[in-house]
């Protein structure tokens, strides 16, 4: 069984950083893709940033030279680097995982709250 336990979200103001961490307990991390995920309220989920287990990456457009993710394989865990924090940045943020092989990301964290203030 896989658990995503992510940590490291919190309120900050417009221009602002955040780090966010997600620390995944069960065997074979480092064959997993893994991705963020936000939710803002009334809005569906979105895919933020993905990266591969050959560490390359992804981002959607909107935070693309903001946010980086990376990934510790030797500590099970993976990040978000959030930088120059927008208001609609605000949203829920979830980590995800999927063997390569897959398309469907399988397991989900529980999500850590971002909220930007202007």
């Known amino acids: 069984q896989v658990r995503l336990v992510e940590s490291g979200g919190g309120s900050v103001q417009s221009g602002g950083s955040l780090t966010l961490t997600c620390v995944v307990f069960g065997y074979g991390y480092s064959r997993y893709c893994m991705g963020w995920f936000h939710q803002a309220p009334g809005k569906e989920r979105e895919g933020v940033a993905f990266?591969?287990?050959?560490?390359?990456?992804s981002y959607v457009d909107s935070v693309k030279g903001r946010f980086t993710i990376s990934r510790d394989n030797t500590k099970n865990t993976l990040y978000l680097q959030m930088n120059s924090l927008k208001p609609e940045d605000t949203a829920m943020y979830y980590c995800?995982?999927?063997?390569?092989?897959?398309?469907?990301?399988?397991?989900w964290g529980q999500g850590t709250q971002v909220t930007v203030s202007s």
């Open positions: 990266i591969g287990s050959t560490d390359t990456t």
């Open positions: 995800a995982a999927r063997m390569c092989d897959r398309t469907r990301f399988e397991y």
